[in-house]
């Protein structure tokens, strides 16, 4: 697919983790807006890693304080496992702490305070999904970089077997017109004394 296309036409999916269904409604009021956009929500860090497990997803935008597993040792497990996906945390202003241990472990690139602006929010997502859309159209200009220097490499093994093949048959060709001049010389050699006994003989 033209990477034109490829920036324009897919659909790219944010995963929204809170315990509060408040806040997941207000996000997801906000960010189902944007052109191109998928948003799917989990109440808790468990039920995100499961759902993270069956679908691909672009962005995830967690929130720090929740049962069971926090949000920063869930964006940590899911940098390890998928790189890839973007990481953005949502945290109070008294969780600065928390904050310095997302970017540190969970390899966040943007943590935005409650409440949000939502024009700040949403540059920030835009700005993370366009990062997220250039590696992957980057990754699959390679693609058909590679593909396209193997069809190169083909094409010319395939020249080169030709080319050694007709150079070939031309040798072979050169030495049977070489044994066919020289049987020539051979006989008219030979030729040459029965022509003179000939004339003698007349």
Not at 29 to 43: K, Q, T
Not at 80 to 101: C, E, H, K, Y
Not at 135 to 150: A, D, F, P
Not at 158 to 173: D, G
């Amino acid at each position: 697919m033209p990477e034109s296309n490829y920036l324009v036409e897919k659909i790219q999916t944010l995963l929204l983790v809170d315990d509060e269904e408040k806040i997941l409604a207000s996000l997801t009021r906000l960010l189902e807006e944007e052109p191109n956009v998928e948003v799917l929500c989990c109440g808790s860090a468990t039920e995100a890693l499961d759902l993270l497990e069956r679908q691909n997803v672009d962005l995830i935008i967690s929130d720090m304080r929740m049962p069971v597993m926090n949000g920063a040792t869930f964006l940590s497990q899911a940098a390890q496992r998928w790189p890839d996906t973007g990481r953005i945390l949502l945290t109070g202003f008294s969780d600065v702490q928390s904050a310095i241990q997302a970017i540190n472990e969970g390899k966040i690139s943007h943590y935005i305070s409650k409440p949000w602006d939502d024009e700040d929010l949403l540059r920030r997502v835009r700005e993370v999904l366009e990062v997220k859309s250039l590696k992957e159209s980057n990754r699959q200009l390679l693609i058909v970089k590679e593909e396209q220097r193997l069809q190169l490499q083909e094409l010319t093994e395939r020249q080169e077997a030709i080319i050694k093949s007709r150079t070939a048959e031309l040798e072979q060709t050169a030495s049977q017109i070489e044994i066919a001049y020289q049987e020539l010389q051979e006989s008219y050699f030979q030729s040459v004394p029965l022509l003179a006994n000939l004339i003698e003989l007349n």
